[in-house]
């Protein structure tokens, strides 16, 4: 449970904010503590978020709230309906996790990764569906360990691939990837730094759930180009925000996440990690 205070940090919405749309739109429902504060559960956390994403967007505050009560297991990232791709269906993943099928599941990704463009493959099927993977968790359509299953194979291809990337020429671009502490997911920065790398940029992946003293004195160590950190869930922020003040100072830092808009201290690369790669291939090549 967050307290009021707590829950703005995480979801960017300011507490007077979040106290409008309790009362007037009815979106949560916090307990109270013994005290009689306000707290909120992580599922109050993720529809505030979702809501203060559509928000931005340009919907008004009542639309939202609607889309969020009628859609209890909204994300804050949609995949529009009927996506698919030459690589193969986006629910195929969803299917292995169901049936915890690793034949096929290793069958889908050795197709996938068979291909060249390792933009094309990260930014046409596989986020696309880990996120329909997502949602489906979400919708209780697909277990814990279903989807950590399919998880841990697609960041064991994700590694395997990155290592066997040729290096990087002699002065090329150098770019730090990562996590910040406690953040543990790393698929989305794993595939970024795949198709980075696919492009002849230095990368130092640094892992998940990586410390503030880690990342600086990694950074003063090597001297990067740029740093690039996740912010895959609004529980992040506040590590991400921490890391970015201290990173700054060192290097330029960017963003890359589904609520890498929350941190304005750094740029975001968007929501496309392939595209976002190949963009910062080619201003650090331009700026060398």
Known sequence: MYTA?????????????????????????????EGNYRLYDDDAVRRLSVMRDLVDAGWSPREAA?????????????????????????????????????????????KAFAQDDLRAVVDDWLMPSLVRLGEAWQQGAVTVAGEHFVSAAVLRRLSQTF????????????????????SRHELGV???????????????????????????????????????????????????????????????????GAHQGRVPQAEGLGHRAGEAALALRDRLVATS
């Open 190 to 256: 794993m595939a970024f730094s795949v198709v980075l790398r696919s492009r002849g940029v230095r990368v130092t992946y640094l892992g998940a759930d990586l410390p503030v003293e880690a990342w600086v004195d990694t950074a003063r160590a090597l001297r990067p180009d740029a740093v690039v950190l996740g912010v895959p869930t609004v529980e992040d922020l506040p590590a991400v925000r921490e890391a970015v003040g201290a990173i700054a100072r060192i290097a330029p830092v960017l963003l890359g």
């Open 5 to 33: 205070g707590r829950t703005a940090e995480l979801t960017g919405v300011p507490r007077e904010t979040l106290r409008k749309w309790e009362q007037r739109y009815g979106v949560v429902r916090p307990a109270r503590s």
């Open 66 to 110: 609607r889309h969020v009560l009628e859609e209890p297991t909204a994300s804050a990232v949609a995949l529009p309906d009927g996506t698919e791709a030459a690589f193969g269906p986006v629910d195929e993943l969803t299917a292995c996790a169901n049936d915890f099928d690793l034949v096929r599941l290793e069958q889908a990704l050795d």
């Open 163 to 182: 290592e066997h990337l040729p290096h990087a020429p002699s002065g090329a671009p150098h770019v730090m990837v990562g996590l910040a502490r406690g």
